[in-house]
Structures are given as structure tokens and as C-alpha cells.
């Protein structure tokens, strides 16, 4: 493993290249407009670059490796498969509300603009700020994990660095920083990853020994398609991932900044782009598992097989690279997160703006938009500092996010929505979802955790459905 003088240098020039980066493409008389929605001009280039890497977080850096070394072939697939879907699923939603919300800035907003300063609205601001917390939270614990693991810097000051780099470009110039640091990120993540996998896999000894692993650590897992594995991981795993993005404004974010002909292409290159990232990086825990079984070397934590490996089969200079793509994944997703935050709170947290035209010039929204930002990022660092378990928080902010899917899509693409339906909707799924996915989580038990997954998603949908016919019955 690394020093930690050496981690230290590592991640500042890291964090001194992306500074400067942002500080270079800063524009000079920059707008509100500017900061949150690029002045909806994003093509398909800088999107699709921006969104694929905006979501290779601390899940698709480290969970799919622990999936591929504890439950080999059906672990990552189960990871994967939705994980793409995703982009794909959401695609045709975000050509929808862009259709129908053409000036639009948040999703939260798309409730206040239908419905006024509602109970509806409240509540969907709710969810969608707890998801940008929950990505604050698994990325700085990810970070700092990794940062402890490679060269022994405290944990806590790891979160501190990892929350504070990415809160600080964020700051200088809002989405644009995120977009254009993305462009560089998703470089860096795919051409390292490309180098370091396929060379551990040959010091392992080529494909030969790299297939023992595909059954996992224990070799019981040996069919891709394991009904235990897909009732265990895939169902709650796959409503999380698949729901997640309506909740996730860093997707809506870029939907409305997206130019209007390029929003399903962004998409839909971002899912097969994002793709090659976990397909990858699940080889080094294939290569985990073959090492542990023929006792060729051990891995200390599962969440760090990657890293792990790494470190057992490279020169220690490895490690150093492999940090550059792990910060990189990281930071995109955590400047993405502060970014989302500050047009949420410059747009439905700030009074007065959800059905009144935002001005693109108001250096209040800025204003608001930075204070917004500083505060999620006490919060989300705060509760990094008490080193969670990375799985819980996938799945339990993944069962909130589960609550405003189906209540987002009626209001979409059904009429009959109303206020009172959509917000008892989102409520239902909130108060009936996330408490439960808590305490399985906590408890371990299998069958709550894909209960509260499924309630989380359906509770919300029924009870708008009936919420709405009932008040449209009653006029």
C-alpha cells in the first residue's frame, strides 16, 4: 500500500487538475441559467460523457467488484443489467417532461408548477433532497475508505477531502464544472480501468484461472441467472437502480439543460458508455475470488477487492492510478450531487419560484443555489463521518427514491392526477418503504429487504391511482 504522504500528493494533484480546469472554462458574467442548466445548451458529446460518469459512484466502483467476489456471475449481473436499464427507462421520461415542462429546471419543480405550493410538491422535495444526501453520504464514505485503505490517512479527514474538493469547483460555476470535469473524469475512469484490469488478469495467470472465480469466493454461485441471487439481491437491487433516476436530479438536471433534440441520445450513449465501467471492474473481483480459492493471497474487506487486488498482484504504483480513477468516478458523482442540491434549493426551496418564470439573471438564485450546496454538504459529510455500511445506504436511499417513480410517472402521462393523489402517493411510499427497508437492512432479513422494495414502489402508485379517481369522483 501506499504512504500516506504519497496518498496525500495523489489526490491534491487530482484535486489541483480539476480546479484548474474549472477555473480555466469558468465563464466571466456568469447567470443562473449558467450555473444550473447550462443555458440548456448541453449536446450529445459532453451529456452522454457527463451522465455515464455521473453515475459511476461508489456502486459501480466498488459494489460491483464485492458482488462478482461474494456471489460471482449472478452478483454482477443483477448489478449491471439494471444498472444500464436505468438510462434506458428513464430516457423516454425525461423526453416527456422536458415536453411538457420546456422551461423547466428541477423534478420537483414539474409537482409545484401542476399543483402550486401543495403538500405534493413538499413532499417530493422531501425525497428528492434525500437522495442527493444519501449520494453525498456513499460517496464520501467510498472515498474515504479507499483513501484509508491505500495509504492509512484517517477516515474522517479522508471524507473531508473527498466532500470538500468537490463542494469547492462545484461552488466556482455549478453544472457547467460538473459537466465540463465530467468530460475529463469519464476519460480517466475508462482508460485507467481498460489498463489495470486486464493486466491483473494476467498476473493471475489469463483467463484460465480468472474463470475459477466466476462461481465467487465460495464457488457456489456458478448460474448467471441464481433464483436465489435474483429474489436476494436482483428484485430490491433493480427497482432501486431503475426508480432511482426520476428521484435523482442530477438526471433531471440534465435533461432540462440538454438541447431539445439531444435529450433520448444522451441517454441512451450514456447507458452503453456506463456499461463498460462495472462489466470491468467486476473482473478484479472475479480475480479476487480465484486468488482467495487456490490461497494465492487474502482480502481483508470484500468492499475493497478491487483495490485489494490490486495491491497484491501490481506494483505498489498501481494503487497510486487506481486512486485517480476511484476519485475520479467519486468526485463526479459528488460535484453532480452539489450541483443538483444548489438548483434544488435555488428553485423549490427559495420562495416563490415554482410556477413563476425563474430569472436567469438573479444573482440571489446564485446566491441560494451556493447556500444550498454548503449545507448539503454539512449534512452528508456529517453523517459520512459515522462510516455506514455502503450496501444500506444503496438500498434504503434507493427504497426513498422507489416512493416518487410511479407518482412522477402519472403525472406525466396521466391527467387524472391529482394533489391530493400525488401527494398521499409519495407519502404512502415514504412512510411505508423507507422505514421498512431500514430495519431490513439493519436486521439482514432477505425477504423484508425485497418487501420493502417492492411496497416502497407499489404502495405509492395504488394509492395515487385511488387517491385521484376518489377526489375526481367526489367533483
Known amino acids: 500500500m501506499l504512504n500516506s504522504t504519497t496518498g496525500i500528493l495523489i489526490f491534491l494533484g487530482y484535486g489541483l487538475f480539476i480546479i484548474a480546469l474549472v477555473w480555466y472554462t469558468k465563464k466571466p458574467n456568469e447567470t443562473s441559467d449558467d450555473f444550473l442548466i447550462m443555458n440548456r445548451s448541453m449536446g450529445v458529446f459532453r451529456g452522454s460523457l457527463s451522465m455515464a460518469v455521473s453515475w459511476i459512484w461508489a456502486p459501480a466502483v466498488f459494489i460491483c467488484s464485492m458482488q462478482a467476489f461474494n456471489q460471482g456471475l449472478p452478483g454482477i449481473f443483477w448489478f449491471t443489467l439494471p444498472n444500464i436499464l436505468t438510462f434506458f427507462v428513464f430516457a423516454p421520461f425525461a423526453i416527456r417532461m422536458r415536453k411538457k415542462f420546456p422551461e423547466g ?11 402550486g405550493s401543495s403538500l405534493a410538491h413538499k413532499i417530493s422535495l422531501v425525497v428528492t433532497v434525500g437522495y442527493q444526501l444519501g449520494a453525498i453520504i456513499i460517496n464520501c464514505v467510498a472515498g474515504a475508505t479507499l483513501i ?21 469547483y462545484s461552488l466556482i460555476s455549478g453544472l457547467r464544472a460538473s459537466v ?55 428484485i430490491a437491487t433493480s427497482i432501486g437502480l431503475i426508480s432511482g433516476p426520476v428521484a435523482d436530479q442530477m438526471f433531471s438536471q440534465r435533461a432540462f439543460a440538454a438541447k431539445k433534440g439531444s435529450i433520448g441520445k444522451i441517454f441512451i450513449v450514456a447507458g452503453l458508455l456506463f456499461g463498460i465501467v462495472p462489466i470491468t471492474l467486476s473482473l478484479l473481483g472475479f480475480v479476487g475470488a480465484s486468488g482467495v480459492r487456490n490461497n494465492l493471497f487474502d482480502i481483508v474487506d470484500p468492499q475493497m477487492v478491487g483495490p485489494e487486488v490490486i495491491g497484491n498482484l501490481l506494483p505498489s504504483w498501481a494503487l497510486g492510478v487506481f486512486a485517480i480513477m476511484a476519485f475520479a468516478g467519486l468526485t463526479s458523482t459528488l460535484d453532480s450531487a452539489f450541483s443538483a442540491i444548489g438548483s434544488l434549493s435555488a428553485v423549490d426551496i427559495k420562495p416563490n419560484n415554482g410556477t413563476e418564470e425563474i430569472n436567469s439573471n438573479s444573482k440571489v438564485n446564485l446566491k441560494v443555489a451556493r447556500i444550498g450546496m454548503l449545507i448539503s454538504a454539512i449534512l452528508g ?49 415514504v412512510i411505508v418503504g423507507t422505514p421498512l427497508s431500514i430495519f431490513a437492512n439493519v436486521s439482514g432479513e432477505t425477504n423484508l429487504i425485497v418487501l420493502s422494495a417492492i411496497l416502497g414502489l407499489m404502495v405509492g402508485g395504488v394509492i395515487a391511482v385511488v387517491v385521484s379517481l376518489s377526489s375526481n369522483k367526489i367533483a
Do not use: C, H
Open 105 to 115: 429546471y428541477t423534478i420537483s419543480q414539474i409537482f409545484k408548477i401542476s399543483y
Open 148 to 168: 484509508n485503505l491505500l495509504s492509512g490517512i484517517p477516515y474522517s479527514t479522508g471524507v473531508l477531502l473527498m466532500g470538500g474538493l468537490s463542494l469547492g
Open 180 to 234: 465540463l470535469t465530467d468530460v475529463a473524469q469519464m476519460l480517466m475512469v475508462v482508460v485507467i480501468a481498460l489498463l489495470l484490469v486486464p493486466w491483473s488478469v494476467m498476473e493471475i495467470g489469463g483467463y484460465e484461472q480468472l474463470k475459477e472465480g466466476f462461481a465467487g469466493v465460495t464457488g457456489e454461485f456458478g448460474n448467471i441467472f441464481d433464483p436465489g441471487i435474483a429474489y436476494s439481491f436482483g
Open 381 to 429: 459529510m456529517g453523517i459520512a463521518l459515522l462510516q455506514p455500511q455502503l450496501l444500506w445506504v444503496f438500498l434504503i436511499y434507493g427504497a426513498l427514491a422507489s416512493s416518487l417513480f410511479l407518482p412522477a410517472f402519472l403525472l406525466l402521462f396521466w391527467r387524472k392526477l391529482t394533489k391530493s393523489g400525488a401527494f398521499w402517493g409519495i407519502l404512502s411510499g
